[in-house]
């Protein structure tokens, strides 16, 4: 369909991991079982070795050129996370907390109220606490006292904020990965640069004798 833009760069680059994890099984079934010492068996390890090393080198390439060119309509996103239904999750687990009821009676007061918006057209953090309060009622047959802010739960950019695991979606974790990261490539950068001047040199060395 003409309308329709395919990450076929990113597709492709899935499709080519299986290349490496083929590898790997392949030379783990030629080295299991194999005395200490040189065995003639290696001699087949090294195509896979040099297969993987090509794919591999060449998707960072692809990659590259996809993240440094890549551009998201935050606008689009933001709209589109607003409008849906993203924290419905967020509801369901304080429910459970707040009230004590079992998760899965919470999930399934929560679906039942995002199933109602859903056909009335409204998104989930323009619902009412009344909504949810109709709909607990008629599952439990009991009152919904709640001490929570129904709408900063269902807002979906404090969804994300509420996040506190490690490698969680929260900005400041975000924040604190990507210095940890960019401090890690910068010391694999100086290694790299190291060895590259020590292979320089031993060949410098081995050429002028």
């Not at 998201?72 to 509801?91: C, Q, T, V, W």
Request: proline share 4%; net charge negative; hydrophobic share 40%.
């Amino acid at each position: 369909m003409p309308q329709k833009k395919n990450p076929e760069v990113l597709e492709l680059m899935r499709g080519r991991s299986g290349v490496p994890l083929a590898a790997f099984s392949s030379l783990f079934v030629m080295t299991k079982g194999l005395i200490s010492g040189y065995s003639q068996d290696l001699q087949e390890t090294k195509p896979h070795l040099w297969q993987s090393l090509d794919v591999v080198a060449s998707s960072l390439d692809m990659l590259q050129e996809v993240i440094t060119k890549i551009e998201f309509d935050r606008g689009r996103m933001k709209d589109a996370a607003m409008e849906g239904y993203i924290a419905a999750l967020d509801l369901a687990e304080v429910l459970t907390v707040d009230t004590g009821i079992p998760f899965r009676v919470a999930h399934e007061i929560v679906a039942k109220l995002v199933r109602d918006l859903v056909n009335r057209g409204v998104p989930l953090r323009e619902a009412r606490q009344e909504d949810l309060a109709e709909v607990f009622s008629a599952t439990t047959g009991k009152a919904l006292t709640a001490s929570f802010d129904f709408k900063e739960i269902c807002d979906p950019v404090a969804s994300v904020r509420r996040r506190k695991s490690e490698g969680s979606p929260n900005p400041a974790h975000i924040s604190q990965m990507l210095a940890s990261r960019r401090s890690k490539l910068n010391q694999v950068g100086q290694d790299i640069e190291l060895e590259e001047k020590r292979l320089d040199e031993i060949e410098s060395e081995l050429l002028s004798m």
